[in-house]
């Protein structure tokens, strides 16, 4: 069966210092991979998606990147975090026209 | 380019209530069209989905029909249980992407 590990769960960062946060996935080949925020009190942004390896889709412009150094790693990453950065990160996995399968999500709380 | 939007909360309903909980998408296309929950703290789950027109979703007492000519996907179940308190999202896609409607807090009270 096919399972998503992302980590850390939590994360305080202090404005400045870089990001980096990683999610894996298992028992499947060449998913589609995203990246998306959810802010406090609002929805679910999509920031990142690749359907591939070095494939990158930005929705979002703003300060953070992704990389996919490989065909089931996704990692988000930031040179300097901003206040507004903080929320809750979470990764997913799909195949087109299917559902997504979430990890548990990374809490980033930038002070 | 495509979106999802859904009814803002939260939703107060007392236990047993009927609920409804409105979705409706712009795509170019036919979507498939799904229905996420997410408990407090937690990663998101699928709840059920659907991927033609009149399609009906349905799990755990939940249920939702695809519907082309209103281009709506509401959700909806009879009778609401406290362990039902959760953000529900509202999603479609219909190539690589999963776009995701802003979420309605559903709270449940005995």
């Known amino acids: 069966s096919q399972t998503i590990h992302q980590w850390p769960a939590t994360l305080v960062q202090p404005v400045g210092s870089p990001l980096s946060l990683e999610c894996t996935v298992e028992?499947?080949?060449?998913?589609?991979l995203y990246w998306y925020r959810q802010a406090a009190g609002r929805g679910l942004q999509l920031l990142f998606y690749?359907?591939?390896?070095?494939?990158i889709s930005s929705e979002v412009p703003q300060n953070l990147s992704a990389s996919r150094p490989q065909d089931r790693q996704f990692i988000l990453s930031s040179k300097k975090l901003l206040l507004s950065d903080s929320g809750f990160y979470l990764c997913?996995?799909?195949?087109?026209?299917?559902?997504?399968?979430f990890g548990q999500g990374t809490r980033l709380t930038v002070v | 380019g495509n979106s999802v939007t859904q009814m803002e909360g939260p939703v107060t309903l007392s236990e047993e209530a009927f609920l409804t909980i409105n979705c409706t998408y712009t795509?170019?296309?036919?979507?498939?069209l799904f229905w996420y929950v997410q408990y407090p703290g937690e990663g998101l789950q699928l709840l059920l989905k659907?991927?033609?027109?009149?399609d009906k979703g349905s799990n755990k007492g939940f249920e939702a029909t695809y519907r082309k000519e209103t281009t709506s996907f509401h959700l909806e179940k009879g009778s609401v249980q406290v362990s039902d308190s959760a953000v529900y999202f509202c999603?479609?896609?219909?190539?690589?992407?999963?776009?995701f409607g802003t979420g309605t807090r559903l709270q449940v009270f005995p």
């Open positions: 999603a479609g896609g219909n190539t690589d992407k999963l776009i």
């Open positions: 659907a991927t033609k027109a009149d």
């Open positions: 690749s359907v591939g390896i070095g494939q």
């Open positions: 997913a996995w799909k195949r087109t026209r299917r559902d997504a399968f």
């Open positions: 028992g499947t080949s060449n998913p589609n």
């Open positions: 795509a170019t296309g036919y979507p498939s």
